[in-house]
């Protein structure tokens, strides 16, 4: 059973029987520095398309009610036409997670994938087979192969916020989707020697043994961190701060790895208001923790 039932049990027999689908996705499709001698009907008809497999997919085996279903956002902004009805663009992928007894979302993730390369013509099929990612072609099978990664990579993080090591099954999925990627000249991202941050990293760090507290740091930060703060403020910092110990951690001893960056996107004015009423220890020690993990943000940090 879904772990977001722990924060609506009134709906569990209710979401036995529920037949929807785990997320609710927006998906925009931007073109104004694409040549205006394509007509952008297409692009119209690519944004249903893929709002449509976003939204209509079953990603789990799990039963969903609407009011479980995770938001996401997902922002193509294409800036380069190839040729060939082949594009290339920026990906902005948004999700977010309920926080009990609120009506506060907190995110989970807020990134930017900027190397996605795709082949659409209209009207052709928006598919994706888990047994064969590589399609008839891969430059085609490469936008829902990397919009399914990222739908399983949310997933995971999702149930990790819920349970512990709840998310495994869905970064193993996007796992096997790294190493079955579709592959073409023009496709990067997949494969660990093309940069440090990119789709394989991520993937890597959420699958290796060796970041097993990253699972430790979700949890905590959600369930035993943010979930508390209605019922007890210093419990919640509590939770919070044990989060950022065990990102420190994974900060000593893998530095520089891509999870700690992707983790803070769109954090830092959350964790701002976290500790700004904590006592003076707990907010001097989440500042020191804080700019030293997230040096991108230490400015925002000062207002600790």
């Given at each position: 059973?879904?772990?977001?039932?722990?924060?609506?049990?009134?709906?569990?027999?209710?979401?036995?029987?529920?037949?929807?689908?785990?997320?609710?996705?927006?998906?925009?499709?931007?073109?104004?520095?694409?040549?205006t001698q394509i007509d952008k009907k297409v692009f119209?008809?690519?944004?249903?398309?893929?709002?449509?497999?976003?939204?209509?997919?079953?990603?789990?085996?799990?039963?969903?009610?609407?009011?479980?279903?995770?938001?996401?956002?997902?922002?193509?902004?294409?800036?380069?036409?190839?040729?060939?009805?082949?594009?290339?663009?920026?990906?902005?992928?948004?999700?977010?997670?309920?926080?009990?007894?609120?009506?506060?979302?907190?995110?989970?993730?807020?990134?930017?994938?900027?190397?996605?390369?795709?082949?659409?013509?209209?009207?052709?099929?928006?598919?994706?087979?888990?047994?064969?990612?590589?399609?008839?072609?891969?430059?085609?099978?490469?936008?829902?192969?990397?919009?399914?990664?990222?739908?399983?990579?949310?997933?995971?993080?999702?149930?990790?916020?819920?349970?512990?090591r709840g998310g495994d099954a869905y970064f193993q999925?996007?796992?096997?989707?790294?190493?079955n990627a579709p592959e073409n000249r023009d496709i990067?991202?997949?494969?660990?020697?093309?940069?440090?941050?990119?789709?394989?990293?991520?993937?890597?760090?959420?699958?290796?043994?060796?970041?097993?507290?990253?699972?430790?740091?979700?949890?905590?930060?959600?369930?035993?961190?943010?979930?508390?703060?209605?019922?007890?403020?210093?419990?919640?910092?509590?939770?919070?701060?044990?989060?950022?110990?065990?990102?420190?951690?994974?900060?000593?001893?893998?530095?520089?790895?891509?999870?700690?960056?992707?983790?803070?996107?769109?954090?830092?004015?959350?964790?701002?208001?976290?500790?700004?009423?904590?006592?003076?220890?707990?907010?001097?020690?989440?500042?020191?923790?804080?700019?030293?993990?997230?040096?991108?943000?230490?400015?925002?940090?000062?207002?600790?």
């Amino acid at each position: 059973m879904h772990k977001r039932k722990l924060l609506v049990l009134i709906f569990v027999l209710g979401s036995l029987f529920s037949q929807g689908q785990e997320i609710q996705a927006r998906l925009s499709v931007i073109t104004s520095k694409v040549s205006t001698q394509i007509d952008k009907k297409v692009f119209l008809t690519l944004q249903t398309g893929l709002t449509n497999f976003l939204n209509n997919r079953r990603w789990t085996t799990d039963a969903f009610l609407p009011s479980e279903k995770i938001q996401c956002n997902f922002l193509l902004n294409i800036d380069q036409d190839l040729g060939n009805n082949v594009f290339k663009g920026k990906l902005t992928i948004q999700a977010a997670r309920p926080i009990y007894n609120t009506t506060y979302d907190s995110p989970i993730m807020n990134f930017l994938d900027d190397n996605v390369v795709f082949r659409y013509v209209e009207f052709q099929p928006i598919e994706f087979n888990e047994n064969r990612i590589q399609g008839n072609d891969p430059l085609a099978a490469n936008i829902t192969a990397v919009l399914a990664y990222y739908v399983n990579l949310i997933l995971g993080l999702d149930y990790d916020s819920f349970s512990l090591r709840g998310g495994d099954a869905y970064f193993q999925k996007a796992w096997n989707i790294v190493n079955n990627a579709p592959e073409n000249r023009d496709i990067t991202g997949w494969k660990s020697f093309e940069g440090l941050r990119n789709r394989y990293w991520l993937a890597e760090n959420l699958n290796n043994n060796r970041f097993t507290l990253i699972h430790d740091a979700m949890y905590a930060y959600y369930r035993s961190g943010m979930d508390l703060f209605y019922e007890n403020e210093d419990a919640g910092r509590t939770g919070v701060l044990n989060c950022l110990t065990f990102l420190n951690t994974i900060n000593t001893e893998n530095p520089n790895s891509m999870f700690l960056q992707f983790f803070f996107q769109g954090k830092s004015n959350e964790l701002v208001k976290v500790f700004s009423k904590a006592n003076t220890d707990q907010r001097t020690k989440a500042k020191d923790l804080l700019t030293k993990l997230d040096i991108t943000n230490g400015a925002t940090y000062k207002q600790l």
